[in-house]
């Protein structure tokens, strides 16, 4: 199984990004499909969440800003985010719980991350 993300890049304060990331390979299901970001010095934080009936959660410093959605057909979770910040400069990571078969349990996948460079 691979998490493949795209769409960083950079912008100005106030500007749009979109992320994109693609589970591909043996995929019996997947729950949980997150985003974090990690800024050099910090942390890896989530971002938000969006589990496999649509329901989502968001860290209180996006809301308002960003929407995570997924596309189960495609096993692929975006994340649109707008009046981006220079304080939402980080790499980005895409993470899914996925099941290779009805008979596996859930495991963590993570994507390669991508660049989210927010100027003032």
């Known amino acids: 199984v691979q998490l493949q993300a795209s769409g960083g890049g950079s912008v100005q304060e106030g500007g749009s990004l979109r992320l994109s990331c693609a589970a591909s390979?043996?995929?019996?299901?997947?729950?949980?499909m997150s985003w974090y970001r990690q800024a050099p010095g910090n942390e890896r934080e989530l971002v938000a969440v969006?589990?496999?009936?649509?329901?989502?959660n968001y860290a209180d410093s996006v809301k308002g800003r960003f929407t995570i959605s997924r596309d189960n057909a495609k096993n692929t979770v975006y994340l649109q985010m707008n009046s981006l910040k220079p304080d939402d400069t980080a790499v980005y990571y895409c993470?899914?719980?996925?099941?290779?078969?009805?008979?596996?349990?859930?495991?963590?996948?993570w994507g390669q991350g991508t660049q989210v460079t927010v100027s003032s």
């Open positions: 390979g043996s995929i019996f299901s997947i729950s949980a």
């Open positions: 993470y899914a719980n996925i099941r290779t078969s009805r008979f596996a349990t859930s495991r963590a996948y």
């Open positions: 969006v589990w496999s009936g649509g329901s989502t």
